[in-house]
């Protein structure tokens, strides 16, 4: 196990709700990424947060936001969710330093969208 | 350019083979290649890691054999087992920006 936590594990929506997620980080982490797996496919990077600041996002419209908070936990806000948004949602954390490190997952919520 | 080729994408192979999984990248900005490992219903957990300056990495069963001028690397799974039986990715990180940019998946079965 890696120490990183998510709730919750599983999550059924419908379209045009909003939901959150939330991450605890691996003790020691300062950074948490959000990844979005479709099912077969693989993870697909949404953002990362650094000392409580995006750091980063990739190719995801703005009702996909996040939150970290001052103890790096943090939570993934989705809004008027979409069917296509079903997927597992995977949290990672990591220390940022003077080199890259290794980002350690959490188990995931599988969020389901009628 | 920030893709990574993964390949094959499913693998059969018998109690005690060699796995092979073949990746390629195109940006050269990338300085870390870890490999994940995930079971159904779970994250990916990291199964070895390499950085461009070091042509293989063994790590038990587990080599990760590197070509910077070619752009690719591989996962070679020695002994394989039915427990080895998963989704493997292939991953790069940008130097400095921790997003990691996967692989499209290898699902592998091994077989008594």
């Known amino acids: 196990e890696t120490g990183v936590t998510q709730s919750p594990t599983h999550l059924i929506k419908t379209r045009g709700q909003q939901v959150t997620l939330r991450c605890s980080s691996q003790s020691g982490h300062n950074t948490v990424s959000w990844y979005q797996q479709a099912l077969g496919q693989g993870p697909q990077f949404i953002f990362q947060?650094?000392?409580?600041?995006?750091?980063g996002r990739g190719n995801f419209p703005p009702r996909f936001s996040g939150l970290q908070f001052p103890n790096y936990s943090s939570e993934l806000n989705v809004n008027a969710l979409e069917l296509d948004d079903s997927a597992l949602y995977l949290c990672?954390?990591?220390?940022?330093?003077?080199?890259?490190?290794?980002?350690?997952f959490g188990p995931g919520t599988r969020l389901t969208v009628l | 350019q920030q893709q990574v080729k993964q390949s094959p994408q499913s693998l059969i192979v018998q109690k005690g083979g060699i796995s092979i999984i073949n990746c390629a990248y195109e940006?050269?900005?990338?300085?870390?290649f870890p490999w994940y490992q995930q079971f159904p219903g779970k994250g990916p957990a990291l199964l070895i890691a390499i950085r461009p300056d070091v042509s293989e990495k063994k790590e038990g069963r587990f080599t990760i054999s590197f070509n910077k001028s070619a752009k690719q690397f591989s996962l070679h799974i020695m002994d394989s087992q039915p427990g080895d039986s998963a989704t493997y990715f292939c991953a790069a990180t940008l130097e400095g920006y921790q997003k990691v940019t996967f692989g499209t998946g290898t699902k592998l079965q091994v077989i008594p």
């Open positions: 990672a954390s990591s220390v940022v330093g003077p080199i890259t490190d290794t980002q350690y």
């Open positions: 940006n050269t900005a990338f300085d870390y």
């Open positions: 947060y650094y000392r409580e600041e995006e750091n």
